[in-house]
Each structure stands twice: as C-alpha cells, then as structure tokens.
C-alpha cells in the first residue's frame, strides 16, 4: 500500500535557523507529493507540491525536491520565522495505472514546528 | 472567491447519537473529500464524491457515510457515535478529484467531541 513517514517531532528552533523536516514514502504507481501546513485552530493549505522526479517545490521560503532514488520528499527553508509555527504534513496522491486514486490524499503522521524569537 | 466552509464548527454529541456534519465546497469544485484527524491515528481519509457520487472509501466502518447534492454541497454522516469518533472532521474540495493533475483545498473542519 501507499505510506508517508515524517521525522518525529516536535521540532524547536531560534528564529532565522535552518529547518530539514524529513519526509519518505512507499508508493504504488505514480505519486505526486505535497506539503500542507495546518495553523492553530485552521484547516490545512496546501505549501508547495511535486508532480514527478527530480522536481522542486517551492512556496514562501519552503522547498522540497521529489527524489525518486530515494523516495523522499524533504522540506527545507534557509531562515524561519516565528510565524512559521504550525505542524506541518508530507502527503501523496497516486495515479495508478488505469484510473487514479480519487480525492484520497495518505498523509504523515505531521510534525510539529515551534520557532522562538 | 470564497474558500471551503464547513458548519457547524463545533458539535458535542453522547455515545449512540447520530450526527451530520456539512461542507460548501470551493464554487466550481465538483470534488469533496473528507478526513477525519485524531491526535493517535493523525489523518486518515474517509470518503470522496464526484458529481454526487462515491468513487472511493477508507477503511471506516458502515456507521460513517455520506452524500452530495446536486450544488457539490455535501454531507457526512456518523450513525452510533462512539468515544472513538471524537476527532476534527475536514472537509476538502478540488476540480477534479485526481491529486496527480489538481490540488485539494482544505476548510476549518469540524470538531466533534463525543461524550
């Protein structure tokens, strides 16, 4: 089956530090990989995505490059902020062969990120 | 353009109560999809509708269902509830439904606490 795992969290840093969320996957057929971002009290919106090898999403600072020879989909960005705070979630979405998985995105288990003044 | 809305926002039920919970999806999105996010299970997809269609389910029992309307508004209902249901409820809309090619976007969710 198709499957994300996230590192584990939480994740504290100082603000204006570097930050490595580690995210790989198992998959069957094609996936397209997204990072959502959920604040306090919302839903989630979507961060950046990726639709096939060797792209790079980016969004705000935020990127991750789809590496298929190792299955991962690491976020990373130079310098946080303190509004950068929230958990965020690695997810797929496959297209199989002949049809695709329709409307079901398979998320991590979120990791959540705590950046201090 | 108005985003996903979900109502109510907050909902407490007892044990064997029934409980239906809405979503208005983003105008023209004909694809609404529902998760349900606990604290031990995290997100985990429960069903997905297609111009008022079911085209694809989670692994959730019978008691979890759903429906949508001609207008792409749709429902979800839990029949019995149980401790275990307690959980956010996230509606999400898109285009088309097929992730590779359109993104889904997210609304606020429903938090239902069973007690």
């Known amino acids: 089956g198709n499957s994300v795992t996230q590192m584990e969290g939480p994740v504290t840093l100082s603000e204006e530090a570097f930050l490595t969320i580690n995210c790989t996957y198992t998959?069957?057929?094609?996936?397209?990989l997204f990072w959502y971002v959920q604040y306090p009290g919302e839903g989630l919106q979507l961060l950046l995505k990726?639709?096939?090898?060797?792209d790079k999403g980016s969004n705000k600072g935020f990127e991750a490059t789809y590496r298929k020879e190792t299955t991962s989909f690491h976020l990373e960005k130079g310098s946080v902020q303190v509004s950068d705070s929230a958990v965020y979630f690695c997810?797929?979405?496959?297209?199989?062969?002949?049809?695709?998985?329709?409307?079901?995105?398979?998320f991590g288990q979120g990791t959540i990120l705590t950046v201090h003044p | 353009k108005a985003g996903v809305t979900q109502t109510p926002r907050y909902l407490i039920k007892t044990r064997g109560q029934q409980v239906t919970l809405s979503c208005s999806p983003i105008?023209?999105?004909?694809?609404v999809s529902w998760y349900q996010q606990t604290p031990g299970q995290g997100l985990q997809f429960l069903f997905e509708?297609?111009?008022?269609?079911?085209?694809n389910k989670g692994n959730f029992p019978g008691r979890f269902s759903g429906r949508q309307f001609s207008n792409s508004r749709s429902e979800m209902n839990v029949s019995t509830l149980e401790l275990g249901d307690s959980a956010l409820y996230l509606c999400?809309?898109?285009?088309?439904?097929?992730?590779?090619?359109?993104?889904?976007?997210f609304g606020p969710g429903t938090r239902l606490t069973v007690t």
């Open positions: 997810a797929l979405s496959v297209a199989n062969a002949g049809g695709t998985s329709y409307g079901k995105l398979t």
């Open positions: 990726a639709t096939k090898a060797d």
């Open positions: 999400a809309s898109s285009l088309t439904g097929q992730g590779f090619y359109d993104e889904q976007y």
């Open positions: 105008s023209g999105h004909r694809s």
């Open positions: 509708y297609f111009s008022e269609t079911q085209r």
């Open positions: 998959a069957t057929g094609y996936p397209s």
